[in-house]
């Protein structure tokens, strides 16, 4: 099966933070931070797998600083690793305030997704080739991760069950 390079299906998104998305403090409400890492990452995730794709879960989530209204939100996304219908994306979002030129970062996270088939079903998804060493070591802790996520699967179905 053929792969893919990281850089093949990376995306960025920007968009000003408008007042329709602010919370009473002045501020972006974070659940439009959530949605816009979610299509940020999934345009990742089908640019790589090249078919649909839905979102399985999304790790933590923490807000670093504020992106105040009439700034630009920048998001950033890659594919860390590919399992065989699911892949992890990891999402960068970035705030610049365009009056002074000043950047930050303002969260991180993970998001994993599954591709599917014309039937709706799970299918496979052709490898992610790592380039660079940051690249390389991403695909190593995505691994890592997915398995601390499986073990946290396994107890919580686990935890239902007894409750049954």
Not at 40 to 51: D, E, G, L, V
Not at 157 to 164: F, G, S, T, Y
């Amino acid at each position: 099966m053929e792969s893919r390079k990281v850089r093949e299906s990376a995306s960025e998104l920007s968009e000003f933070a408008l007042p329709i998305y602010a919370n009473p403090l002045g501020n972006l409400l974070g659940g439009r931070i959530m949605h816009l890492v979610d299509l940020a990452a999934a345009t990742a995730a089908m640019r790589h797998a090249r078919r649909p794709v839905v979102t399985a879960s999304i790790d933590q989530m923490t807000f670093l600083r504020p992106i105040h209204i009439g700034q630009l939100v920048i998001l950033k996304a890659s594919v860390n690793r590919v399992f065989r219908s699911s892949m992890e994306v990891g999402v960068k979002v970035f705030v610049e305030d365009l009056k002074t030129g000043e950047t930050g970062h303002t969260n991180s996270c993970y998001l994993t997704f599954v591709a599917l088939c014309d039937a709706g079903q799970p299918c496979e998804v052709v490898p992610i080739e790592p380039e660079t060493e940051t690249e390389r070591q991403r695909w190593i802790q995505a691994g890592e991760r997915r398995q601390r996520r499986l073990e946290a699967r396994t107890q919580a179905w686990e935890h239902e069950r007894a409750r049954r």
